[in-house]
């Protein structure tokens, strides 16, 4: 499993990636930590959910200049401390540069679903910084 995008990602932030068919499908895992937490009582902040589940569907198309266009997401069930998710991906459709991916939150010890996420990505021929 070669990841080719994304390198420089904190993977204690964003997850780890546990598995990839290039193309088809992920498995990224997220061990929440103190640094996530929103208040006190242990709400992990939706924007680590949505990092990971992002860098999930851009660990799907595997390229080394995939950009998200765009994200239709909903957070069913609050993650908290102490807890982790699995991320799983599966593409939906590849047109020419444009993929679309359906990516799901599930809570790790009971595998119940807590976040779902369609997501458009673009695989640019240079960096989108260039």
């Known amino acids: 499993m070669q990841i ?8 204690s932030l964003s997850g780890e990636v546990l598995s990839v ?4 499908s992920a498995t990224v895992r997220l ?15 939706g924007g680590f959910i949505f990092s990971a589940a992002d ?3 851009m ?3 595997n390229h080394p200049n995939v950009v998200l266009g765009s994200a239709d997401v ?5 993650l908290k401390l102490g807890q982790t998710a699995i991320f799983k991906s599966e593409v939906l459709s590849t047109e ?4 679309l991916l359906k990516v799901e939150g599930f809570f790790e010890d009971t595998q ?4 779902e996420g369609n997501f458009k990505c673009y695989t640019l021929d240079k960096h989108v910084l260039e």
């Open 4 to 11: 080719k995008t994304h390198q420089k990602i904190d993977n």
């Open 31 to 45: 061990k929440t930590d103190n640094r996530m937490v929103a208040d006190e009582k242990g709400l992990i902040h």
């Open 55 to 57: 860098y999930c569907a």
């Open 74 to 78: 909903r957070f069913l069930k609050p």
């Open 21 to 24: 068919e290039e193309g088809k």
């Open 59 to 61: 660990v799907t198309v």
């Open 96 to 99: 020419g540069r444009k993929t």
């Open 112 to 115: 119940e679903k807590f976040f």
